[in-house]
């Protein structure tokens, strides 16, 4: 089981960032991004749902961010726009080991989700 992400970086306010996570040796129907602060807990950015394709991204980063796959090259894809200082994170990717359903899947909450990358920092100034 492999979860590789790239992307990060330094950005000023209002920039943009495209993340990645090339995945590999499992099968899963939720897989998503999450961020995790110094001195906060880990959230949930967004995941997506293979059943019906379906993307949920957290209120905060509505309209701003973006997730997709790449079938293809089973990789999972955010879309950062309008960078603010509060994202300003290691954002980590993951994925559920079972299948789950989508309200599952949408409700993001982090000890659902057994495979992790080992994370790629975004800093916002």
């Known amino acids: 089981v492999q979860l590789v992400e790239s992307g990060g970086g330094s950005v000023q306010a209002g920039g943009s960032l495209r993340l990645s996570c090339a995945t590999s040796g499992f099968t899963s129907n939720c897989m998503g991004w999450f961020r995790q602060a110094p001195g906060k807990e880990r959230e949930g950015v967004g995941t997506?749902?293979?059943?019906?394709?379906?993307?949920f991204i957290v209120d905060s980063a509505k309209g701003r961010f973006a997730i997709s796959l790449d079938k293809d090259k089973n990789t999972l894809h955010l879309q950062m726009m309008d960078l603010k200082p509060d994202d300003t994170a290691m954002y980590y990717c993951?994925?559920?080991?079972?299948?789950?359903?989508?309200?599952?899947?949408?409700?993001?909450?982090?000890?659902?989700?057994?495979?992790w990358g080992q994370g790629t920092q975004v800093t916002v100034s």
């Open positions: 997506f749902y293979s059943g019906g394709d379906r993307t």
């Open positions: 993951a994925a559920t080991r079972y299948y789950i359903s989508d309200a599952v899947c949408a409700r993001m909450y982090h000890p659902e989700f057994d495979y």
